[in-house]
């Protein structure tokens, strides 16, 4: 088992910038790769990027060099840092964790990005 959970959103003006954390505990030496997805409301979820175990990391398209994954494993945490952010950014951002074929979800939290 796998525990997640995410911190840092908030509401924050266009062109600003949030770190997203997420946190996770138990079994954690199990995972494999970490992801962060976002979703807004009556939109399926949609991957943001992911980082693997060794640190290698892929971001989607949408990113365009705004926003960087990190992992610091001493404090079992990842990291979602956005720059610039738009209108657009405005989700709930989520992170999950791959496990052998189980995917774990933390429980979200909220970006609002003012215009």
């Known amino acids: 088992q796998v525990q997640l959970v995410e911190s840092g959103g908030e509401l924050v003006q266009a062109g600003g910038s949030l770190r997203l954390s997420c946190a996770a505990s138990g079994n954690i030496g199990s995972i494999n790769v970490m992801d962060w997805y976002r979703q807004t409301p009556g939109k399926q979820r949609e991957w943001v990027g992911r980082?693997?175990?060794?640190?290698?990391?892929n971001y989607a398209d949408f990113t365009k060099g705004r926003f960087t994954i990190s992992q610091d494993n001493a404090k079992n945490t990842m990291y979602l840092q956005m720059n610039s952010l738009k209108p657009e950014d405005t989700a709930v951002y989520y992170c999950?964790?791959?496990?052998?074929?189980?995917?774990?979800w933390g429980q979200g939290t909220q970006v609002t990005v003012s215009s």
């Open positions: 999950a964790a791959q496990v052998l074929l189980q995917r774990y």
């Open positions: 980082i693997s175990k060794s640190g290698v990391t």
